[in-house]
């Protein structure tokens, strides 16, 4: 690939008296942005494919349109990423905001390298985060160790993005399709020093002032959604004491179970205060259902749950209950059997889960456009980790990473590396009020997914969204800013102003002079660079004399690097007759300023004339691809 120059070259004369040179050079100029006021959003809805990584994500573009969007094909050995043509096919593919989000917690790997990520195979298999230090981070802003919900590595409880939204007097809903209790919505609202404290975990929740909770986790029911004698011994997800509570009106929830009841109140009709919903199912909507060995068979040949509402159903209904707020909510919906199958390398249900999934997507959506706007609404859609290691057929160590591949109503060409959650980047999406602060946030470059931000970033931008009470009482509340860090970095050439030309000294056979030292800045955060290092580079003009010249291939230049604050290196000896390096840095050596020089040599051809030369070395600075 050709380098990209990002300015204009700059020149400085130099003379020789043949008995002088002109250098010249090109600074790197990087658009500058004015600052914006953010739009603050009435409602935030964010939805989450718990296990959906990339690859989760195009097994259900496959299988629905015979197209892929995101898919690529990465080498390790060579470096080499190429991204296969991509098709839009689901409503989150025309958000404005498409990035990409790290995910690790505060143990195991404790962070994510993109070289080690696409250089290794098995680099992202393990250490990988936990769906509780997961729904923490994204609930809170702050990482913890796996198996947490709510607590700090060092034990301090945290505040949730849930009880924020609650102190500001909006109204939240927390939805999933997997136990109501599992990780994941509890990370938004509650805090445990286990996540398998499922029983004081529903207590919580129960009580934490949240209006509407859906989920699995009926007692009464199987996952093949039969009746069964009670269960709230080992392994249940809610305690008899909270079952009696919520299913004879002890809470302020109405209480519902039956998939019509749930269609009522997607419907609008007999819109509560508050919705408890547990469906008719021991864990899962459908995920668990029989059939579960059947992973060729195409997605919804398994008969499905019949009493069960879908995700899309359920989301419908939580916000006709929090669109009752006249000061907004906040909406957490998440497709939590994503991750089951994942473990489990089921494809057909890794498909089914994921169609699920979208349609609640959609089902937001409808909802924001016919009954709010994107004015008022943020909507982020993304995933808390990667669950299976899926990748396309034939990836492993030797070959690398491939693409999936499929055609309309198949299941998709898919290979499975791993049982369990691994620290893959996973896409996020987001559309509406706010939604441009996340890219802001996203100062880091993965160098096949492009710019990504940190779950806990997620956290941190829903508080700040979300705001503060108002002050209590005489108290006078007082709020102050800081800014993100500039996204106007760049990345610039200084030459110094010399007055006239840089001259050379020595006999009528070799002549040697410096080239004035030169500055290059680069402040621009990853996700600016792209991953990119520069180079600064130059060459020289002939050298003239009114009729008379000789060749720039008599000049050449040692270059050096006086200073450096992130260890760029200096080019070699080389003749100014085309392009030389005087400087490179890679992407980690690039950042700062680096001051460099160099030592010209000028050989004087024997068939040259007496007389005053002069000649321009021109510099320029490239941004590397």
């Given at each position: 690939m050709n380098p990209r120059t990002t300015g204009r070259a700059r020149r400085l004369i130099v003379m020789s008296t043949v008995a002088g040179v002109a250098l010249g050079a090109t600074p790197a100029v990087a658009a500058s942005a004015e600052t914006a006021e953010t739009p603050v959003p009435k409602n935030v809805i964010v939805l989450i494919s718990d296990g959906g990584g990339y690859n989760q994500f195009d097994a259900a573009r496959l299988y629905e349109t015979g197209a892929s969007y995101q898919q690529v094909e990465v080498a390790p050995k060579s470096g080499t990423a190429t991204k296969v043509p991509g098709t839009k096919s689901e409503v989150y593919d025309d958000f404005?905001?498409?990035?990409?989000?790290?995910?690790?917690?505060?143990?195991?790997?404790?962070?994510?390298?993109?070289?080690?990520?696409?250089?290794?195979?098995?680099?992202?298999?393990?250490?990988?985060?936990d769906s509780a230090a997961a729904g923490t981070a994204l609930g809170t802003g702050v990482k913890t160790t796996n198996g947490t919900l709510g607590f700090a590595p060092d034990g301090t409880r945290l505040l949730t993005v849930g009880e924020q939204a609650l102190e500001v007097g909006k109204k939240?809903?927390?939805?999933?399709?997997?136990?109501?209790?599992?990780?994941?919505?509890?990370?938004?609202?509650?805090?445990?020093?286990?996540?398998?404290?499922?029983?004081?975990?529903?207590?919580?929740m129960i009580d934490s002032g949240v209006d509407v909770i859906i989920g699995g986790g009926h007692p009464n029911y199987t996952d093949a959604n039969t009746s069964r004698s009670s269960h709230f011994g080992t392994g249940s997800w809610i305690s008899q004491t909270d079952f009696d509570r919520v299913t004879q009106g002890k809470t302020p929830f109405s209480y519902v179970e039956s998939k019509a009841d749930f269609e009522k109140i997607a419907a609008g009709e007999n819109v509560p205060d508050k919705l408890f919903g547990l469906a008719r199912v021991a864990e899962t909507f459908q995920y668990n259902r029989p059939g579960l060995s059947n992973k060729t068979v195409l997605p919804w040949t398994d008969k499905i749950n019949a009493d069960v509402p879908s995700l899309a159903t359920s989301a419908?209904?939580?916000?006709?209950?929090?669109?009752?707020?006249e000061d907004g909510f906040f909406l957490m919906v998440e497709g939590g059997?994503?991750?089951?199958?994942?473990?489990?390398?089921?494809?057909?249900?890794?498909?089914?889960?994921?169609?699920?999934?979208?349609?609640?997507?959609?089902?937001?959506?409808?909802?924001?456009?016919?009954?709010?706007?994107?004015?008022?609404?943020?909507v982020i859609v993304t995933a808390d980790h990667e669950t299976g290691y899926l990748a396309g057929p034939g990836a492993g160590v030797e070959k690398g990473w491939t693409a999936l591949t499929g055609t309309a109503g198949q299941l998709p060409n898919v290979s499975w590396h791993s049982g369990?959650?691994?620290?893959?980047?996973?896409?996020?999406?987001?559309?509406?009020?706010?939604?441009?602060?996340?890219?802001?946030?996203?100062?880091?470059?993965?160098?096949?997914?492009?710019?990504?931000?940190?779950?806990?970033?997620?956290?941190?931008?829903?508080?700040?969204?979300?705001?503060?009470?108002?002050?209590?009482?005489?108290?006078?509340?007082?709020e102050a800013s800081v800014p993100l860090p500039a996204q106007a970095g760049q990345l610039s050439l200084a030459v110094p102003a010399v007055e006239g030309p840089v001259a050379f000294a020595g006999d009528t056979s070799a002549q040697k002079a410096a080239l004035p030292q030169v500055v290059v800045t680069d402040s621009r955060n990853e996700a600016q660079a792209q991953g990119r290092g520069w180079t600064l580079s130059g060459s020289a003009s002939a050298f003239v004399a009114g009729n008379r010249s000789f060749g720039a291939e008599n000049l050449a230049w040692t270059p050096r690097v006086v200073s450096s604050a992130a260890g760029a290196v200096a080019g070699g000896t080389a003749t100014l007759d085309k392009p030389a390096t005087l400087a490179d840095a890679d992407r980690v050596g690039r950042v700062g300023e680096t001051v460099v020089a160099a030592d010209l040599n000028l050989t004087i051809p024997a068939t040259a004339e007496s007389g005053r030369y002069g000649s321009e070395i021109t510099l320029t600075l490239f941004a590397k691809d």
């Open positions: 404005a905001v498409q990035i990409a989000q790290s995910h690790y917690s505060a143990g195991g790997r404790a962070a994510y390298d993109p070289d080690l990520a696409w250089g290794d195979f098995t680099w992202v298999a393990s250490g990988a985060t939240v809903g927390l939805v999933t399709s997997v136990p109501f209790n599992h990780a994941t919505p509890a990370g938004f609202i509650a805090h445990n020093k286990s996540r398998n404290d499922y029983h004081g975990l529903a207590t919580e419908t209904a939580a916000l006709n209950v929090l669109e009752k707020d059997a994503v991750d089951w199958a994942g473990h489990a390398n089921q494809t057909t249900r890794i498909v089914e889960e994921q169609l699920s999934f979208n349609e609640s997507v959609e089902a937001v959506t409808d909802w924001v456009e016919t009954n709010s706007n994107w004015d008022e609404t943020l369990n959650h691994t620290n893959a980047l996973v896409p996020l999406y987001a559309q509406g009020a706010g939604a441009d602060v996340l890219p802001a946030r996203a100062a880091k470059w993965d160098f096949v997914r492009g710019a990504y931000l940190d779950n806990t970033d997620l956290g941190k931008t829903i508080f700040d969204l979300l705001g503060h009470a108002p002050a209590e009482g005489d108290a006078v509340g007082v």
